[in-house]
């Protein structure tokens, strides 16, 4: 079966908080909390890790002052991972669960930027990265880039796996993805439909059947695949040209939190072992709803 590799530059420590009843302006106390290493990569990579343990691996820079921490919690939800010490901390990012409404509410809190230089550490890391990425046959590439990193940091690695031919699916968007078009094309773009219409300058008016036709005229341009989730409603994707829509199965969330990088895990999974478009759109979509059954963000267990 195939090898993975998940790429995270924005290492997070996620807190997950149970209310009751969560009020605004108001004490509240919580009932429950629990603590994972995650990141969009992360996460994606916790849950390959569940399809088929051993298959993936993690690389990510992280904070020296709280490295520790993190690593020793992916290791207990057995994600094999590999990083580059860089200046200050992991960021934290807390979920707070409203018991009452099944409601999500996520709160993300970046590190501030240190005086300190990151050329080295950088440098370090993409020869990991190059290293790493020789070893395996897919490489999932997502999350945000933290301000530290040079502006062409994600367009570069990306590049390393296009020309190393291994299956590329990228999850971010914006300037960060339009840098990244302009050296190489990822083989399987997925972002949500808000990002999709930020990142080509599409108004967010359109209805789904101009959406469909926007989609597949760009999937046909890059000839690739474009998988555009949106929440609830059906994910609409194409494959060179070729539009598909997929249904989202109705559950009863806990937590709503790394649907879509389940999602991305469940997909690359499948097209890379089995190379079935629709099979690989279903598993995302299974692995997105489990993930919304589960309190862990990032899991199908």
Same mark, same amino acid.
């Given at each position: 079966?195939?090898?993975?590799?998940?790429?995270?530059?924005?290492?997070?420590?996620?807190?997950?908080?149970?209310?009751?009843?969560?009020?605004?302006?108001?004490?509240?106390?919580?009932?429950?909390?629990?603590?994972?290493?995650?990141?969009?990569?992360?996460?994606?990579?916790?849950?390959?890790?569940?399809?088929?343990?051993?298959?993936?691996?993690?690389?990510? !820079?992280?904070? @020296?002052?709280?490295?520790? &921490?993190?690593?020793?919690?992916?290791?207990? %939800?057995?994600?094999?991972? =590999? *990083?580059?010490?860089?200046?200050?901390?992991?960021?934290?990012?807390?979920?707070?669960?409203?018991?009452?409404?099944?409601?999500?509410?996520?709160?993300?809190?970046?590190?501030?930027?240190?005086?300190?230089?990151?050329?080295? !550490?950088?440098? @370090?890391?993409?020869?990991? &990265?190059?290293?790493?990425?020789?070893?395996? %046959?897919?490489?999932?590439? =997502? *999350?945000?880039?933290?301000?530290?990193?040079?502006?062409?940091?994600?367009?570069?690695?990306?590049?390393i796996a296009v020309d190393s031919k291994k299956t590329l699916l990228v999850d971010y968007w914006g300037e960060d993805l339009l840098r990244t078009l302009r050296v190489c094309?990822?083989?399987?773009?997925?972002?949500?439909?808000?990002?999709?219409?930020?990142?080509?300058?599409?108004?967010?008016?359109?209805?789904?059947?101009?959406?469909?036709?926007?989609?597949?005229?760009?999937?046909?341009?890059?000839?690739?695949?474009?998988?555009?989730?949106?929440?609830?409603?059906?994910?609409?994707?194409?494959?060179?040209?070729?539009?598909?829509?997929?249904?989202?199965?109705?559950?009863?969330?806990?937590?709503?939190?790394?649907?879509?990088?389940?999602?991305?895990?469940?997909?690359?999974?499948?097209?890379?072992?089995?190379?079935?478009?629709?099979?690989?759109?279903?598993?995302?979509?299974?692995?997105?709803?489990?993930n919304a059954e589960s309190e862990r963000p990032g899991s199908i267990i």
């Amino acid at each position: 079966m195939a090898r993975f590799l998940c790429i995270c530059l924005s290492s997070t420590l996620q807190r997950t908080v149970n209310f009751n009843r969560l009020k605004m302006e108001d004490v509240n106390r919580a009932s429950s909390y629990r603590i994972d290493a995650s990141g969009k990569a992360i996460n994606a990579a916790r849950v390959l890790s569940q399809l088929e343990p051993s298959c993936v691996k993690a690389v990510c !820079p992280m904070g @020296k002052e709280n490295c520790s &921490v993190f690593v020793q919690l992916a290791i207990q %939800d057995g994600i094999e991972i =590999a *990083g580059v010490a860089v200046p200050g901390k992991i960021r934290e990012c807390w979920t707070l669960l409203d018991r009452s409404y099944n409601t999500t509410t996520e709160i993300v809190v970046d590190e501030p930027v240190l005086s300190e230089d990151y050329e080295i !550490p950088e440098e @370090k890391f993409l020869a990991l &990265v190059n290293e790493e990425i020789q070893k395996v %046959d897919a490489v999932l590439l =997502a *999350g945000s880039r933290p301000k530290a990193y040079s502006i062409g940091i994600m367009a570069c690695i990306a590049r390393i796996a296009v020309d190393s031919k291994k299956t590329l699916l990228v999850d971010y968007w914006g300037e960060d993805l339009l840098r990244t078009l302009r050296v190489c094309t990822p083989q399987i773009i997925k972002i949500n439909e808000k990002e999709f219409y930020s990142t080509f300058g599409l108004s967010e008016a359109l209805d789904g059947e101009h959406l469909k036709v926007q989609i597949t005229d760009k999937s046909k341009e890059l000839d690739n695949i474009i998988i555009i989730t949106r929440g609830k409603n059906s994910t609409i994707a194409a494959n060179k040209g070729e539009i598909y829509e997929f249904p989202t199965e109705k559950v009863n969330p806990v937590n709503t939190t790394a649907c879509g990088d389940s999602f991305n895990a469940g997909f690359l999974y499948e097209y890379v072992n089995f190379h079935n478009f629709e099979d690989s759109l279903a598993k995302g979509t299974w692995c997105a709803a489990r993930n919304a059954e589960s309190e862990r963000p990032g899991s199908i267990i």
